[in-house]
């Protein structure tokens, strides 16, 4: 399934804690949205893309962990209104690796935060997860 042609903003969220490297937190998540803006600020860490590229890798990690029900049923979950949302694994994305969390404590030193806003959210969760 292509891309979906739809208006989504996607934001990234990491806390960073005192025994972190803010440098090392914001590689994390430029090496799984390698185009977003970064805005460091004191303890967190945020991230904004406007681009549904941004979201490819993710698509094919779980394409090929082919665990698309279980993504589809949390995303579905986590949604409210015309957001969603999901947890990535800290250190594997610093690692350059997806590892998707289903809850925060999946992820020791805390998750990445990925949300995905737009009108037409379902066709953004249905071409992550079909």
């Not at 993504?71 to 947890?87: A, D, I, P, V």
């Not at 969390?101 to 953004?124: H, M, N, Q, R, Y």
């Amino acid at each position: 399934m292509n891309i979906p042609s739809v208006k989504c903003t996607i934001e990234i969220f990491s806390s960073v804690n005192p025994t972190e490297d803010p440098n090392k937190v914001k590689s994390a998540i430029l090496n799984i949205f390698p185009d977003c803006e970064i805005t460091i600020e004191k303890f967190s860490i945020k991230g904004d893309s406007n681009d549904l590229h941004s979201l490819e890798n993710i698509h094919d990690t779980i394409h090929t962990m082919q665990s698309q029900k279980i993504y589809q049923r949390r995303l579905e979950k986590n949604l409210e209104n015309e957001s969603t949302w999901f947890y990535l694994n800290k250190q594997a994305a610093f690692a350059k690796k997806i590892a998707i969390c289903e809850a925060s404590d999946e992820s020791p030193l805390g998750p990445i935060k990925v949300i995905l806003t737009s009108p037409k959210i379902d066709s953004i969760i249905d071409w992550l997860v079909l």
